[in-house]
Structures are given as C-alpha cells and as structure tokens.
C-alpha cells in the first residue's frame, strides 16, 4: 500500500540555523499539507499546497517558512532561520483530492 | 468549521468494543465527519468519514445521528493497538483545500 514518507525521522539544529524537512507524497495525490505539534500539545496545520502554489496558510507559517514541490515528487518545508519553539514533530500530508488525508510518520525538529 | 466537543478520555477492555462519542451540535448540512487517530507520537491516521449516513470499514463503523449534531466511532473489537488518541473533525472538504482542525481528542485506553 502505497504511503506517504518523510525525512529525516530526527533532525538536531542550533538556533538561527536553517532547516529543510523532505516528504513524498503518494503518487497520484494532488493536494499536499504540513501540519506541526509541539510535544504535548494538538496537531496544528500549517499551510496546504496545491498545483504548485499555497493555497491555505496558518498564522504560524510566516515569512521564515516556505514550501516548495521541487521535482514533482518532493514536497518540503523550509525553515529560513530556526528557533526555540519551532521544536515539534513535522507531519507532511496528502490527498488525491480534498477528502481524507494520508499521514506520513514525521520528522521530529529539535532546535537547541 | 464546526466546533466539536469529545470526552478527554475513555478506556475499554481488550476485545469489547470501543465507542467514542462526538459532539458536533453546529454543523453545516455541506460539512462531514472525520475520525482520526494518532497512536503516540506517529502520524495521524485516517478511520473513516460520513455526512449523513452511518458508515463501516475495515477499521470501524461511524454512526451519525438523525439531526447530524452527533456522532459515534465504535472499534467493535478494541485491541491493544487501538490505544491512540482519537479525533473527531468537522470540516467542509472542498470549500477548505482540506485544512483539518484538530482539537485535543479522546484518549482511548484499551486494557487487557
């Protein structure tokens, strides 16, 4: 069954530092979501992507993130200069059309 | 979206069956209901959605009430690994690009 994959698992960085979270979506999907959640707390969205642009964005996702669908496969989020409270498990998404959503694993994101 | 309202906790014994309820008592005729589930700290997982009519998978039944202001997700036979935190989302599909609001969930517990 065909499912959606994210790297790294782990991702250790200092502050200040940038950061890019990779994800494959299922093949045939078309619509593509970064959700994040700090430890101990909800699932929270952050922007959803579709035919190569932003088409939902949250307040968290400002101008030190950005997504990017570079090859047609990969699907990432860039965090420009990282912080404390951006420690979180990062979830990447995917659907074929906007219906249920298929859930990768995560990158845990440990800024120090 | 609707707003839901789900009990912080419930716990069932290994092999009963498991049934979370769902307050949804705002809920647009053009909106459905979604469950979820998060085992630890993995990836949400999709369970099964309706709008109207009750609904059953492999994994579950999703029963909706007449006025559509409820809803329960029976496991008919709870295993251990159904021990996950459970979601609950209202939302309209394609008028959203799909962004899915999660609130804190059902904690499920099932004991041997």
């Known amino acids: 069954e065909p499912e959606v994959t994210q790297t790294p698992s782990h991702q250790v960085t200092q502050m200040g530092q940038e950061v890019i979270l990779r994800c494959v979506p299922i093949?045939?999907?078309?619509?593509f979501y970064w959700y994040r959640q700090i430890l101990g707390q909800k699932v929270e969205f952050l922007v959803s992507f579709y035919n190569n642009e932003i088409s939902e964005k949250s307040e968290i996702f400002d101008d030190q993130f950005s997504v990017e669908r570079p090859d047609g496969s990969n699907f990432t989020l860039k965090i420009r200069s990282t912080k404390l409270e951006d420690s979180a498990m990062y979830f990447c998404a995917s659907t074929p059309e906007v219906r249920e959503q298929y859930f990768g694993p995560g990158t845990r994101l440990t800024v120090t | 979206d609707a707003k839901t309202t789900q009990p912080t906790s419930m716990d069932c014994a290994e092999g009963r069956a498991a049934n979370l309820p769902c307050n949804h008592s705002?809920?647009?005729?053009?909106?459905?209901v979604y469950w979820y589930r998060q085992i630890h700290s993995q990836g949400p997982q999709y369970i099964i959605h309706?709008?109207?009519n009750n609904e059953t998978n492999e994994m579950a039944s999703l029963i909706i009430t007449e006025d559509r202001k409820s809803s329960t997700l029976i496991l008919p036979h709870a295993t251990l690994r159904d021990t996950a935190v459970y979601y609950c989302i209202v939302y309209a599909g394609g008028t959203s690009y799909g962004k899915l609001t999660f609130g804190q969930g059902t904690i499920l517990t099932v004991h041997p």
């Open positions: 093949s045939n999907h078309l619509y």
């Open positions: 309706g709008l109207k």
């Open positions: 705002t809920i647009s005729g053009n909106e459905y």
